[in-house]
T-cell receptor
Framework: AQTVTQSQPEMSVQEAETVTLSCTYD???????LFWYKQPPSRQMILVIR??????QNATENRFSVNFQKAAKSFSLKISDSQLGDAAMYFC???????????????FGKGTKLTVNP | KAGVTQTPRYLIKTRGQQVTLSCSPI?????VSWYQQTPGQGLQFLFE???????NKGNFPGRFSGRQFSNSRSEMNVSTLELGDSALYLC????????????FGEGSWLTVV
């Protein structure tokens, strides 16, 4: 079974600084997707960024970027120029790839609570 | 375009009762998944439906059930509620096609007393 591990239960960063959240995963499959979701106090899960395992290039979305190390099974999230609105729980998630119509089940890590200090 | 809508947002039930939660996916989406979120267990997959068929099921007792209607709306039911069922129940939808992004609703907060 696939597992996702987030080793940092809490992190803090100063506004405008950069922070990196860690995530490792375990799978025997070669085709999969990785995601970072943000969950603010409202509790709605918001997709931050996604990475396809077959792509070597690291995904980037504005101030958010990932460092995807497939061999090491590592998928860290870097937040640049941190803003107060970035404060939230961040979850790393794994999803199998596969044929059209296959399951879209997400396996989540335990989450990292990010605090942004003004 | 409306997002994933879950109702009710908050509810309180008594042990032994049953509860039904509803989820309306984004228009055009055919896949709906349900997750339970608790402080102790984190986010756990409950089940997934695609075109009215259950495509996958998590490791939960039979008291947890779900279904999907022809308009892709989904309901989940929990019978004989236990205190440990208190949780945030999140619904997610996607077009159901390989590689599409999954979108979440705001969740239904269930408290069992």
């Amino acid at each position: 079974a696939q597992t996702v591990t987030q080793s940092q239960p809490e992190m803090s960063v100063q506004e405008a600084e950069t922070v990196t959240l860690s995530c490792t995963y375990d799978t025997s499959e070669s085709d999969y997707y990785l995601f970072w979701y943000k969950q603010p106090p409202s509790r709605q899960m918001i997709l931050v960024i996604r990475q396809e395992a077959y792509k070597q290039q690291n995904a980037t979305e504005n101030r958010f970027s990932v460092n995807f190390q497939k061999a090491a099974k590592s998928f860290s999230l870097k937040i640049s120029d941190s803003q107060l609105g970035d404060a939230a729980m961040y979850f790393c998630a794994y999803r199998r790839g596969g044929a059209r119509g296959g399951s879209e089940k997400l396996v989540f890590g335990k989450g990292t609570k990010l605090t942004v200090n003004p | 375009k409306a997002g994933v809508t879950q109702t009710p947002r908050y509810l309180i039930k008594t042990r032994g009762q049953q509860v039904t939660l509803s989820c309306s996916p984004i228009s055009g989406h055919r896949s709906v998944s349900w997750y339970q979120q608790t402080p102790g267990q984190g986010l756990q997959f409950l089940f997934e439906y695609f075109s009215e068929t259950q495509r996958n099921k998590g490791n939960f007792p039979g008291r947890f059930s779900g279904r999907q209607f022809s308009n892709s709306r989904s309901e989940m039911n929990v019978s004989t509620l236990e205190l440990g069922d208190s949780a945030l129940y999140l619904c997610a939808s996607s077009p159901g096609v390989y590689g599409n992004t999954i979108y979440f609703g705001e969740g239904s907060w269930l408290t069992v007393v």
